[in-house]
């Protein structure tokens, strides 16, 4: 699904986010992505989304490379992909609904449909009932699962999520991560930064570890995983 071989990003003025980075993930993986601030996470993710171009290595989305894909060819690529962030980018002048159906507007489905698929996404989530509120009513926890339910609105094969719990308890964080849990359960691959080591531990998934741009560990999920 995601396959990264070789890849340095050296960024102008000579910051070299990543060096050398290899792996491979499955589709239908869940799988961490860890590493201090400014290993190279971000960079990494921003590659698998075309909003960046690697300056060496090949970056390959279901065997097709991304590097010298036309730019005009980036939105389709973007389609296939949710991406959830820490701050939740919501609008709060939109409801929790209008918030979450974002996606499939753009892309310009029919409203009945729009309409199940917006039910549909936030009853995963638990905020079926959050339907019509405005976002800045919602607590943290709650603004960060509208983040999710709007990235899997479109049903996209794959989720990539960049620090999702860093303004999150613990408590409200392992509920999240259980979520993913439950996507890559039901086949959507999901990669996630996160600097919450005591947390990734304990979901028992592979746990990619970057150090000043290399990639230092890959570390096995453990068999059966983390309990619930």
């Known amino acids: 699904m995601i396959r990264f071989e070789q890849v340095s990003k050296r960024y102008p003025g000579g910051n070299q986010a ?7 993930i499955e589709a239908g993986s869940l799988v ?4 201090h601030s400014g290993a190279g996470k ?11 171009r690697p300056t060496h290595g090949q970056v390959l989305i279901d065997g097709q490379s991304l590097n010298h894909m ?3 060819q980036a ?7 949710g991406m959830i962030f820490q701050d939740h980018k919501l609008l709060f002048d939109k409801t929790v609904g209008d918030n979450v159906a974002l996606p499939l507007l753009i892309a310009g489905l029919r409203y009945r449909e729009i309409r199940k698929r917006v039910r549909a996404a936030l009853d995963k989530v638990g905020l079926l009932e959050k339907e019509k509120a405005w976002p800045l009513a919602l607590s943290g926890g709650e603004q960060q699962r509208v983040g999710i339910a709007r990235a899997m609105v479109a049903m996209p094969p794959m989720l990539l999520a960049d620090e999702p719990t860093g303004n999150l ?11 993913f849990r439950e996507l890559s359960e039901a086949g959507v691959t999901v990669l996630i930064a996160s600097h919450d080591l005591s947390l990734v531990k304990r979901m028992g998934a592979r746990v990619l570890v970057l150090s000043d741009g290399v990639l230092i560990d890959d570390i096995p999920a453990r068999s059966g995983g983390a309990a619930f």
Request: hydrophobic share 45%; net charge negative; proline share 7%.
């Open 18 to 24: 990543l060096s050398g980075v290899s792996f491979e």
């Open 70 to 72: 036309p730019d005009k």
């Open 32 to 35: 961490f992505l860890t590493g």
């Open 42 to 52: 971000s960079t990494l993710l921003r590659l698998v989304m075309m909003l960046e």
């Open 75 to 81: 939105p389709s690529v973007r389609r296939e992909i």
């Open 169 to 179: 308890d613990p408590d409200l964080s392992w509920e999240l991560f259980g979520l």
